[in-house]
């Protein structure tokens, strides 16, 4: 019985690695050399750019395939198309389970472009929110109201502090100190 675990385990050690695993390790490095990640994730950036240059290019088509066929499609390889599946879930209108993607999986990029522009935003992806295409989807009132509604939506704005001899809040006429404010 020993050793059947101790098999088990070992054939758990070496089963091959599920591409959000493999993403993980890559770009998210648990220790490593920061240079190396640093240059990592400025390669990715320019292959980020360049694909999503070539969708704005064309907004209404919904590019649909298998991970590996889009890969193709694009031009990278299956990981690095993983990679922008992760950075891209959470603009397109149904979202994938990134821990169950293959490379087999069907995939539809099928963009609420407006979340699209205020998800790039929101990761300070300039980069990504200047790319001129977007200019040819919504016009320029439309892009400054899309930025201000992200970055507003990331503001804590803090209520004004009562001061102790402040008329209280609640109404009653009194002095904060002597109304709510007062300490039991």
């Keep these: 019985m020993e050793q059947f675990d101790q098999l088990q385990m070992n054939a758990e050690d070496t089963a ?13 490095p648990k220790q ?6 640093k240059k990592f994730w400025d390669d990715y950036f320019k292959v980020e750019k360049e ?15 298998t991970l590996s066929e889009l890969a193709q499609k694009f031009g990278q390889p ?17 979202p994938y389970t990134l821990e169950e993607l293959t490379e087999e999986s069907q995939i539809s990029l099928d963009y609420d472009l407006a979340v699209l522009y205020k998800n790039m935003v929101k990761a300070k992806a300039d980069w990504l929110y200047h790319l001129p295409q977007w200019k040819e989807i919504f016009p320029e009132e439309k ?3 899309l930025y201000q509604e992200q970055i507003k939506s990331g503001t804590i704005v803090k209520p004004a502090k009562i001061g102790r001899n402040d008329p209280c809040p609640c109404g009653s006429g009194k002095k904060y100190k002597f109304c709510c404010g007062r300490t039991a």
């Design 16 to 28: 091959p690695k599920s591409l959000y695993e493999q993403w993980n390790e890559l770009g998210y």
């Design 32 to 37: 490593g050399n920061k240079a190396k990640v």
């Design 51 to 65: 694909i999503y240059a070539k969708i704005l290019s064309q907004p209404g088509e919904v590019i649909s395939g």
């Design 78 to 94: 299956v990981l690095t198309m993983f990679g922008f599946m992760d950075g891209t879930n959470d603009s397109l209108k149904t």
């Design 143 to 145: 892009l400054q109201e």
